[in-house]
Structure formats: C-alpha cells, structure tokens
C-alpha cells in the first residue's frame, strides 16, 4: 500500500483521490508499484494544471469568445469532477470558477463595448445623413458629388446596426443623394440647352461678322463689331468642343476687317501729318501780316493764303483746332481792321458823331456858367454837385473827340 498527501493505493491496486467530501476512486493500478500508480495520476492532474493555465492566458490575451472559454472550461471541469486525477481538485476547481468570473466579466465588457460601438455608429451615421440631407440641396455640384461619395465610403467602414434602424437611415442616405442626383442632373440639362442656344446665336454673330469682314464702311462697320462683340459676351459659352472654333473665327474676321482698316487709317494719317506741316507753314506767313498796316494788301495776301489752306485737305483731329485757331485769330484781326477802317470814314458816322460832340461841348460851356454863378453866388455845394456833373460830361466829350478825330 501507497500514500502521498493528495491519494493513496490500497493493497488490491485501487488509486484513491482525497477531496473535501473525502476519498474518491481514481481508477485501479495492476500494471506496475504503487508509487507508479500515483505517480501516473500525478502526472495526469499536471495535464490539468497546464490545460488550465493554458486557457486562463487565452482569456486573458486573445479575443477569444466568451461562448467557446465557457465550452473549454466545462470541458476540463467535467475532467475535474471524474476525478481520474490524484492532486488537489478543490484548487483546480477553485481556479476554474475564477475563470469563469473572468469570462463573465469579459462578456459584459465586450457587451457594453459592443453598445457603444453601435451607439456611436448610430451617431455617426445619423450625422452622415444630416451631412447628406444638407448636401442634396446644394448648387456646388462639383464639390458636393465628391463630398458624398466620401461619405459612402465612411458608411461602408461603419459596423451595422440592428436591421431596421440600419436600413431606415440607409434610405433617408440614399434618398438624399438620389435628389442631389436629379437635381444636378436637371440643372446640366438645363445649362446643355442654354449652350446650345448659345452656339446657335453664336454661329449667326460669326455669319455676320465673316460678311463684314470686307467691308470698307470703315465708322458704321466698326461701331456694327462693337455691338456684335456686346451680343457675343451676353450670348454665354457654348459647348467646349464648339466655342473655341466659333471664337476663333469670329475673332478672325474682325482682324481682317481691322487690319485693312488700320492699313487706310495708316496712310491718311501720313497724309495728314503732311497736310499738318503745309498749314502750319501757312499759318505762320499769315501771322506775319500782323499788325495790319495796310489793310488792303493785308485783305489780298490773307485771301490767297486762304484758298491755299483750303486746298491742303484734312490734318489730325487733335491738332486741328490749334493750327486753325493761328489762321482765325489773323482773320479777326483783319476783321477788327475793316471795321475800324469803315467807322472812320462813314460819313453818316461822323455826322452824328459830330453832332454829339457838338451837343456835349454846349452842355459843357453851360454847366462852367452855372458853376461859376454859384460861386459868386456863395452856393459853393451847388456848385460842387454841378463840378461832379461836369466831370462826366467832360469824359464823354473827351472820347467824342478821339472818335471823331
């Protein structure tokens, strides 16, 4: 017979385990000694012992789950209650109830991870779909196509919920990127329709201007291109594949009608910067006929300096009223000469004038008269009112003389 502190053998080769609730039959030894029997069942609960240390790291280090730790621990627990083993089972059986609290606890920290996890998958769809709600009513169409296709990427990366939430913000998503969908549809179509009117009104601007390409109507034709090119801004952009050919020849008749009119300008202007030289000339012989002398021969050399001038042709706009400005100041001066030279021997004039000068010369010999009486009289303020008065009369006399002189 054979004992150690966890079994024993009795004599007919029965291996005994010892528990709280006593000795339980192990199994029976025939096959060798005693102290080989237990040291076999010995080695048996070792297994137990590695197998269980195993699981307990599994659990605590692997995302193993909590429905196959239960199934591996019932299965070494009902290895325990077979008692098939010699050691302490009451330890064994001690740490397999520790492990399943771990287990339970694992369970309910992965539960409430997994309630978390889907309540901030929640959130985070419910804010896609504001996202896109807010999105379909936008006009950038660009910018927020690209944008919600982002957002269909994000929802693929999120857990799913339960089926009818799921699916109930997976149609509120979908319905709103339908709408953006149709509507930026809608309004390509609508801006497809408007290019094609434009290239239509396009093509009938470019007509026109192709047939005033060779027009010599230089004024009226130049001002008919402005308001062709007005036309073609408020037209609006045709097709891309359209608008560039439609520019380049639109653009390409004006050149041709511009060019050969920069061309006629080109040579009129050589024309009258020449014609500008010749009246400038003109004008400086005329300004040597100042002062009139001899009105005469002034009138005769300005005559003839005149049908010169008006011989030579156009000069440049802005220097025209300069150079003319020369010529008409001699003009007047003549003029001024003429009539000074008419007043001067007009013999109605001077008979009028004569009379006037009479008639002034009477008021003021009568007014000396009357002065002169006021003062012997002693009425020396009559008298220095009738001195202003002569004062007057005897200007206007004084310039009745030069005139009439």
């Known amino acids: 017979m054979s004992s150690d502190p966890w079994g024993r053998v009795d004599e007919t080769g029965t291996v005994y385990v010892r528990t709280a609730e006593g ?9 060798g000694t005693p102290e080989e029997a237990l040291a076999y069942f010995e080695r048996k609960y070792e297994g137990l012992v590695v197998e269980i240390g195993l699981l307990e790291k599994r659990v605590k280090t692997t995302d193993l789950s909590a429905k196959d730790a239960q199934t591996a621990i019932e299965h070494i627990r009902h290895q325990v209650d077979e008692h098939h083993v010699v050691g302490d089972l009451a330890a064994l059986s001690a740490r397999l109830d520790k492990l399943v609290a771990t287990v339970d606890s694992r369970r309910e920290e992965r539960k409430a991870q997994k309630a978390k996890q889907a309540d901030e998958a929640r959130s985070a769809k419910e804010a896609l779909v504001t996202e896109a709600e807010e999105l379909a009513q936008s006009e950038q169409w660009r910018s927020a196509g690209e944008r919600l296709r982002a957002l269909v990427d994000t929802w693929k990366g999120l857990p799913r919920l339960d089926r009818k939430s799921d699916d109930e913000l997976w149609h509120r998503f979908s319905h709103a990127r339908s709408a953006f969908s149709k509507r930026r549809k809608a309004h390509f179509a609508q801006l497809d329709a408007q290019r094609e009117d434009a290239r239509k009104a396009k093509e009938r601007l470019v007509a026109e201007a192709e047939a005033l390409q060779n027009s010599t109507d230089w004024g009226a034709t130049a001002a008919r291109y402005r308001e062709l090119m007005a036309d073609w801004k408020a037209a609006g952009r045709a097709q891309r594949e359209h608008e560039d050919d439609l520019w380049n020849r639109f ?9 050969a009119r920069s061309g006629v300008f080109a040579e009129r202007d050589a024309e009258q910067t020449e014609n500008l030289t010749a009246k400038e000339e003109l ?11 001899d009105l005469k021969a002034a009138r005769a050399a300005f005559r003839t300096l005149n049908e010169r001038w008006e011989a030579i042709g156009h000069v440049p706009r802005d220097a025209r009223p300069k150079v003319e400005g020369r010529m ?7 003029q001024e000469a003429e009539e000074a030279e008419w007043r001067r021997t007009n013999p109605e004039a001077r008979a009028r004038a004569a009379g006037l000068t009479g008639q002034l010369q009477d008021a003021v010999e009568k007014l000396r008269k009357q002065i002169d009486a006021a003062r012997a009289a002693g009425n020396d303020a009559k008298a220095d009112k009738l001195s202003k008065e002569l004062e007057g009369r005897q200007a206007l006399l004084d310039q009745a003389l030069k005139g009439l002189e």
């Open 283 to 293: 004008a400086g012989e005329a300004e040597k006929l100042l002062p009139v002398t």
């Open 23 to 31: 000795e339980k039959v192990v199994g029976s030894w025939q096959a």
């Open 328 to 334: 008409h100041a001699v003009e007047r001066a003549i």
């Open 251 to 259: 653009r390409g008749a004006q050149d041709v009608f511009f060019a």
